[in-house]
């Protein structure tokens, strides 16, 4: 802990800084991290705005109106980090998973609510459609329940269809469901999900890289996809739509080198031609149990 500026700040605080400073992003983010990786960043916290502008590569193509804007924004944040009181995790924290650190652009901070010891048990991601018809739930009553009493933990996105179902299944196993959601820790989307939301936050672990308070957005759930598909080293799909945000989380799984398992389905369900399609691609199929549990025992 340094002092500068008039105040003390820690790493993990300055993290959050830069995540509530408006205009950061990912990209930014992440010059933030191998910066201060190859000791390159200045080692006293908060940085002096200039250094950050150099650091992130912000005054390249902006403005001198945005400029000022940023520098308000990062002003801003540098009080509300201060006054902030809600569980987060940061890129340099002990308990921040592994995994997670591997992929592409790794969310520089994680707002949590429930059990961080979710994140050490070997987990399987669990994705599909929000329209899911009764094969989906025939599917996961026949198949989830015996990935999670090996001590699997299910990670899905809280949104409806399959991943609600996922979420119910682990509950009804004595499971533990991490759910990595768009919005805010205290926001509930869609607003009816909210007491399984609750639900989880008190028995397993809700994860969000948004500030409490944020509403859904579309550009949100892109990228919650890419954390769910890097908390675990395998990722199924069971129906997804030819476009779907299923979809979008099997290529992350699969840019980052994790496994893809899909469930096939009728040739004539719409609900099934984006899992194909994926088979088609290379995905393991899977029509059995020991499809999902030869690619999660070496996990456990």
């Known amino acids: 802990m340094i002092m500068r500026g008039g105040f003390f700040m820690i790493l993990k605080q300055f993290l959050l800084v830069l995540w509530l400073t408006p205009g950061i992003g990912k990209e930014r983010a992440n010059r933030a991290i191998h910066a201060i990786e190859k000791c390159y960043a200045p080692t006293q916290y908060p940085w002096e705005f200039e250094d950050l502008c150099h650091i992130i590569e912000l005054t390249k193509q902006t403005s001198v109106t945005k400029l000022a804007g940023f520098k308000n ?5 540098l009080n509300q980090a201060q006054q902030f009181k809600d569980p987060y995790l940061s890129y340099f924290d002990d308990a921040y998973p592994e995994r997670l650190r591997q992929i592409y652009q790794p969310p520089l901070i994680l707002f949590y609510q429930g059990h961080l010891d979710a994140l050490k048990l070997p987990s399987l991601s669990v994705v599909g459609t929000r329209s899911a018809s009764p094969y989906s739930l025939n ?12 001590g699997v933990a299910i990670v899905s996105g809280l949104a409806k269809g399959v991943d609600v179902m996922a979420h119910q299944i682990t509950f009804s196993q004595q499971g533990v ?6 919005t805010g ?11 399984l939301q609750k639900q989880i936050g008190q028995q397993g672990l809700l994860l969000s890289e948004y500030p409490p308070n944020t509403s859904p957005r579309r550009a949100h759930f892109p990228d919650r996809n890419r954390i769910i598909a890097g908390l675990s080293s395998a990722t199924l799909v069971i129906e997804a739509k030819r476009h779907s945000g299923s979809l979008i989380t099997a290529n992350s799984a699969l840019q980052n080198n994790r496994q893809v398992l899909a469930i ?3 040739i004539f369900s719409t ?6 399609e994926l088979i088609k691609a290379g995905a393991l199929p899977v029509t059995k149990l020991s499809d999902i549990m030869e690619v999660v025992t070496p996990l456990i």
Do not use: D
Not at 185 to 195: E, K, L, T
């Open 177 to 182: 469901p991490i759910a990595v959601i768009g």
């Open 271 to 276: 609900e099934s031609q984006g899992t194909n």
């Open 139 to 150: 599917v996961l009553r026949t198949f989830l329940p015996k990935v999670v009493n090996t």
């Open 264 to 266: 096939p389905g009728s």
């Open 73 to 77: 924004g990062y002003l801003t944040a």
């Open 185 to 195: 820790i205290n926001v509930a989307y869609p607003a009816n999900h909210h007491s």
